[in-house]
Structure formats: C-alpha cells, structure tokens
Nanobody
Framework: QVHLVESGGGWVQAGGSLRLSCRAS????????MGWYRQAPGKQRELAAT???????NYADSVKGRFTISGDNAKNSVYLQMNSLKFDDTAVYYC?????????????????WGQGTQVTVSS
C-alpha cells in the first residue's frame, strides 16, 4: 500500500502564490509518475499537472505558464508551485501517484490518491 500526505494548501489573493507538497510512503518499489489533480465545487476532477520518472511533464492548458510541477525521487515527493493564481484555480487539489509496490517477490502497479488539500483564491 501507498500512503500520501499533502500539505501547502490555503487561502491567497488573486495574483498570489502557493506551493503544494506531497510525499508518498509505504512498500514502494518504484514510482512511475506523480501528479496533481483538482476538483472545483460542482465540477469533475481534472488534471492540473503530472511528472513522470523520466522528468517529462504535462500541464493542463489552463495552468501552463503559471504552475510548475517538480519531483524529488529520493524523497518520493512531488511539488506544485502555483503562481499568478486566479479565482478559477479555487479547488481541492489531490496528489496522485502511479507506483509499483512490492510484497515479498510480488510486485503490483497501482494508482493512489491523497486526501486532498483546499486551495482558495479570492478575487
């Protein structure tokens, strides 16, 4: 199993910045990709940004140029630097990890979610 702990959410005025952090722990053999998704009230969960273990990144068009995702393989952690925040960025942000875990001689690949952290941007 993989346990994710998120931090860094909060309240900020439009134009401000926040940095989200997520650390994975557990019987991890390899992390294949990590990312951040977000869900605004009344809307479906959507991708914000992802980073693979080869450091390739992917961003939603709505955050390109404002958000930067980075990872620390040694710490099994992923970060999301959010600049020039807008009211529409208000959402619960969820950490997502694609990881291969190990139990004895068995490996299993799965997707895991954090509990979510609230980001509120006031206009």
């Amino acid at each position: 199993q993989v346990h994710l702990v998120e931090s860094g959410g909060g309240w900020v005025q439009a134009g401000g910045s926040l940095r989200l952090s997520c650390r994975a722990s557990g019987s991890i053999w390899r992390i294949n990709a990590m990312g951040w998704y977000r869900q605004a009230p009344g809307k479906q969960r959507e991708l914000a940004a992802t980073i693979s273990n080869d450091d390739s990144t992917n961003y939603a068009d709505s955050v390109k140029g404002r958000f930067t995702i980075s990872g620390d393989n040694a710490k099994n952690s992923v970060y999301l630097q959010m600049n020039s925040l807008k009211f529409d960025d208000t959402a619960v942000y969820y950490c997502n990890v694609d990881a291969t875990t190990v139990a004895g001689t068995t490996t299993l690949r799965g997707t895991y979610w954090g509990q979510g952290t609230q980001v509120t941007v006031s206009s």
